[in-house]
């Protein structure tokens, strides 16, 4: 790598701190709505994101304004990354008038249309389509707007990831799938998910639609960041498609309330030596970057914020039954 | 319709159909058509012919054979300030993008709280009577109508099809237009004017006194038919038009009048749109009544191959002349 492409890659301390605490907030976030579910003070599911934060961190940080993302099940982590409020994400969590849905869409739906952050979705690939429609139409609209689909290995095996990757490549649209490969789709390892030609790298999956492809460590938000905007970059400039895998571990079972019968021993200790919330602040204090009174302030802090996320949920009322016939369809319009 | 000041012209449903695809494209630059040979061949039907040279590869825009992306993909571009118009070839093969309808076209708005307009219109075509088996020869109207937050209609007639088809391109919400390969060719008066139907008001399409047919599609022409066989009934033909969501109100109300009523549809009789329609007069006119209403479908198999098989299942002007003349 030449000197020049090396100071490309440096990133700035101030985006790394703001990496930081985009990760502690997430990871706080989850630790506190785990509880309040164990609890039984949030209804439903619960999918939660821990151990993958410096994925969606180290992509969103990547992002501008305009662009747009589809997340998954479990997208709580895509949401505070892309900058969504926590407090409206718990009142969605706790069925609430004041969430993001108002208490229609919970946990797995929530979305902010006007931040470009087009939904979590319950269906496995559900958002991969819905992705490449934001990216088709931002070429249409002649902008340099991209759209980032995030999904999970699981993903790779239903069709609409395969007819969106392959149209995506046709129009060369600025569309970025991230794989999540968190080693387990539901409960149920890779191996038996994917053929062994695939598991050393799961972007071969997008190899016959001729897209970018880059295998990386999930588990390091810098590598995360810069390959994203790499990827980004390409996509603005009318370079196409970027796949990009991902590999991380899920830390937590597939939902809450998931036994965990099927991890080997020892598995998680070891993924756990690498959880991103240990390493970053580490490296971070370690470069000199940030002190670690600064951290512990920044921990504070982001505790404090999402102590009050939770009491505005409590707090906020529950949707007024009639609610449930509100919102379907639009209201006026021309022969609407 | 607004206004009926201006002329008319004899056109057929097909042409129709390019016409007013091709007004609505000029008159709004986020008007797009995607779809499986929209280019070149003009659909699969040719109804599109023109379009693409009128206005270029970018907005009449050909996809691989891919219904989950074609549907997503405009899904995706509604939610981002395009309008796009979806041609799905036939409607049994929108069973190949059921998820993309069923839980994400059908339920992002309301999921979302109400939060955005999806200006998406999902063309496709019921078929019955064309030799073509169970796969090609269905009418699914009402199995997307069974999933709320999807808007149905049917277009039947050249005017019904220009006010309706312009209806769903300007809509903001997502709109299944269901076309019918039987009256492609049916021509009738369509006013030249610029005008829209209402999505949600079926029509009065023929008014009369002693027995109500509700009718769509290709049973709305053989309605007719059979409307003017039976002489000596006076025979009010009512269309829907749109099958979600239903207009009660109209149908209801030609029920009380005539206390007689035939429903008529290319669905299945179980779980069809008759089971709706006769729900409706039941619900709102049942004292009015004089005989229970007769329904006229597909006697619940799939459209089979051969002619005389295929002409044995599809309901004809003969089965609504019959019902007519029993209620009468």
């Given amino acids: ?336 | 319709m607004s206004t009926a000041t201006s002329g008319t012209e004899e056109m057929a449903v097909r042409d129709v159909i390019n016409q007013a695809l091709g007004e609505e494209m000029e008159r709004d630059e986020r008007v797009y058509i995607q779809g499986i040979d929209v280019n070149g061949r003009g659909g699969t039907s040719n109804i599109l012919k023109g379009l693409d040279e009128r206005f270029g590869d970018e907005r009449v825009r050909n996809t691989p054979i891919s219904e989950v992306s074609i549907v997503g993909s405009a899904l995706g571009a509604a939610a981002t300030g395009m309008r796009p118009v979806v041609e799905i070839m036939y409607c049994g093969f929108l069973g190949v993008a059921g998820d993309q309808l069923l839980n994400q076209v059908a339920k992002m708005r309301y999921m979302f709280g109400g939060k955005l307009d999806l200006p998406l219109t999902i063309r496709t075509k019921n078929v019955m009577g064309a030799n073509a088996a169970a796969q090609h020869s269905q009418a699914l109207h009402h199995w997307l109508a069974a999933i709320p937050g999807l808007k149905v209609v049917c277009t039947s007639t050249p005017a019904d099809t220009k006010g309706l088809l312009k209806a769903a391109v300007r809509s903001n919400d997502p709109v299944m237009v269901f076309e019918h390969g039987g009256v492609y060719n049916r021509k009738g008066e369509v006013p030249t004017e610029d005008y829209v139907y209402e999505i949600g008001e079926a029509a009065v399409e023929r008014p009369g006194e002693d027995v109500t047919v509700v009718a769509t599609q290709n049973q709305l022409w053989n309605a007719f038919e059979a409307a003017d066989r039976v002489d000596d009934v006076s025979v009010e033909v009512v269309s829907p038009r749109t099958i979600s969501p239903l207009d009660t109100e109209t149908i209801a109300e030609s029920a009380r009048k005539t206390g007689r009523c035939v429903v008529v549809d290319d669905t299945p009789l179980s779980y069809g749109t008759q089971s709706q329609f006769a729900t409706t007069i039941y619900e709102n006119a049942f004292f009015d009544l004089d005989f229970p209403v007769q329904r006229i479908g597909v006697n619940d198999v799939p459209t089979p191959f051969s002619p005389s098989l295929e002409d044995e299942v599809i309901p004809d002007t003969d089965d609504i002349a019959d019902a007519i003349r029993k209620l009468a």
């Fill in chain 1, 1 to 336: 790598m030449s000197p020049a492409d090396e100071a490309k890659r440096e990133i700035p301390a101030d985006e790394r701190i703001e990496m930081l605490r985009t990760m502690r907030r997430i990871r706080e976030f989850e630790s506190v709505v785990q509880n309040k579910f164990a609890d039984a003070e949030i209804p439903g599911f619960l999918h939660l994101y821990i151990g993958q934060e410096a994925i969606a961190t180290g992509v969103c940080h990547a992002l501008e304004e305009k662009d747009y993302l589809t997340s998954t099940h479990r997208g709580h982590g895509h949401c505070i990354a892309r900058g969504l409020d926590t407090d409206r994400m718990a009142a969605e969590l706790y069925g609430k008038e004041t969430g993001y849905c108002n208490g229609k869409g919970g946990s797995m739906h929530i979305a902010d249309v006007e931040a470009g952050m087009l939904g979590a979705n319950g269906i496995v690939a559900g958002g991969i389509p819905i992705a490449t429609g934001a990216a088709l139409s931002a070429k249409m609209r002649d902008t340099d707007e991209v759209a980032v689909s995030f999904f999970g290995d699981g993903a790779l095996s239903e069709g609409a990831f395969h007819e969106s990757f392959n149209q995506a490549a046709i129009w060369e649209l600025p569309l970025i799938g991230v794989i999540e490969n968190n080693q387990y789709g539901e409960m149920t390892g890779l191996d038996e998910q994917h053929p062994p030609s695939t598991l050393d790298d799961l972007t071969i999956y997008g190899e016959p639609y001729g897209v970018h492809r880059e295998r990386i460590d999930g588990m390091d938000v810098e590598e995360v960041y810069r390959t994203a905007m790499e990827a980004v970059e390409r996509a603005r400039n009318g370079g196409g498609p970027t796949l990009i895998e991902c590999v991380a571990y899920r830390f937590e079972g597939h939902h809450e309330g998931d036994s965990q019968f099927y991890r080997p021993e020892g598995e998680l200790d070891e993924w756990k030596q690498r959880d991103p919330l240990l390493t970053y602040p580490e490296k971070l204090v370690d470069e000199g970057v940030i002190t670690e009174a600064e951290y512990v302030d920044m921990e504070e802090g982001i505790e404090t914020e999402i102590q009050e996320a939770i009491e505005f949920a409590r707090e906020s009322p529950l949707p007024d039954p009639e609610q449930a016939y509100e919102g379907l369809y639009a209201e006026g319009g021309e022969g609407a």
